[in-house]
Every structure is written in structure tokens, then in C-alpha cells.
């Protein structure tokens, strides 16, 4: 049986064409084993703080020390985290928002990027915490972004395959919808997008 994880960050609903991508490849690993267990995180309806100094205090202190104000931003972040290690598949919606992703993803890797948790550091540097897992990447942008002269811009795919990378997870495939602002594209780039997944 696996666990997929589905980390939803658009704050649109009915018209986000990251959530129909992002749901679409759920549905696709569904097809592929149908005894697996889903489980949303949708940053957008449970809003991951914005880190400020009490949460870093927190995250460099030990628990034996912790303020019960501290002892439950502690709790709260371990319980991102638990999502984490227990999913054998994640799959995250990941729209370009500004030429990067939506503060909603910012603020959770802020919240799930600890030492001992998702990666640690030893004699010969980081090393990831989060392995043998399988990430799918839903992106979804108005302009295009993985060929041309706007490939420079994207702060997006390589960010979240960097942080992912970073805490041990590295087999990676990345589903684009794009072009969803230019005519003559956008009227079947989501269509496209989704004819094209494949779940290995």
C-alpha cells in the first residue's frame, strides 16, 4: 500500500489549473495502485505562519527547554514533518506565482526545513533525511517556462526540486501546464498537460 501526500498551494479553487494538474496525477497514481491511501495538505485552508523569531527560537532550542507556546510550535511543525516521512509518494501543486512559487509553499518548507527531521549534517556535509520517496512536481504557469528565453525566470521547479533534493528526495518528475495565458496555447495546455502524465 502506499501513502501519497498531495501538498496543495493555490489559493484559487474552482478555476486553479495547478489543483486540476495536481489532482489529475493523484488520480493517475490512484489508477496505478488503487489501495493507496491519499492524504491533503492544503496550505491554503490551514496557513503555515510566517517564520518569525519565536519559531526560529523554537527550531534551534531543545525540547526540554521549550515554553509551552514553544512546545506547540514545535508540535505543529514535527506534525508537517510526520506527513513527510511517512508518504511514499508526494505530490506537490506547484503554480509559478512572480516568477517563483506561492508564499503558501515558502512558509511550509520554513516549517519542514530542520535539522533531524528532514536532514542533518555530519563530517561531510547535509545529508538528506527523506529517502526512497517519489516526487511529483504540478506546475503550472502562464508564460513557459522550460525552454526560450523565459527558462532564466523560473525560481520555481528548481527551488522545490532543490529543497526536496536537499532532504534526501531525488527521483523527481516534473508535469507542466504551460503557456495558459498566450492564445493559441492556453486553450489546451492543461489538456495537454494532463494526456501527458505518466506515473513510474
Known sequence: ?????????????????????????????QEKYPDAVVKERDLT?????????????????????????????????????????EADIIVIDSPMYNFSVPTTIKAYFDFTSRAGYTFKYDENGPKGLLNDKKLYIAFTSGNIYSEGPSQIYD?????????????????????RAEGLAIPGIMETSLEKAIDNITID
Open 1 to 29: 500500500m502506499k501513502n501519497i501526500l498531495h501538498i496543495i498551494s493555490s489559493p484559487r479553487v474552482e478555476i486553479s489549473a495547478s489543483r486540476k494538474l495536481g489532482n489529475a496525477v493523484v488520480k493517475r497514481i
Open 45 to 85: 485552508k490551514h496557513l503555515v505562519p510566517v517564520l518569525e523569531e519565536k519559531h526560529i527560537n523554537t527550531f534551534f532550542s531543545p525540547a526540554e527547554s521549550h515554553s509551552p507556546e514553544q512546545a506547540e510550535i514545535n508540535e505543529y511543525s514535527i506534525g508537517l514533518i510526520s506527513e513527510l516521512q
Open 155 to 175: 525560481s520555481n521547479v528548481p527551488y522545490v526540486k532543490n529543497i526536496f533534493g536537499f532532504y534526501g528526495v531525488t527521483d523527481v518528475s516534473v508535469f
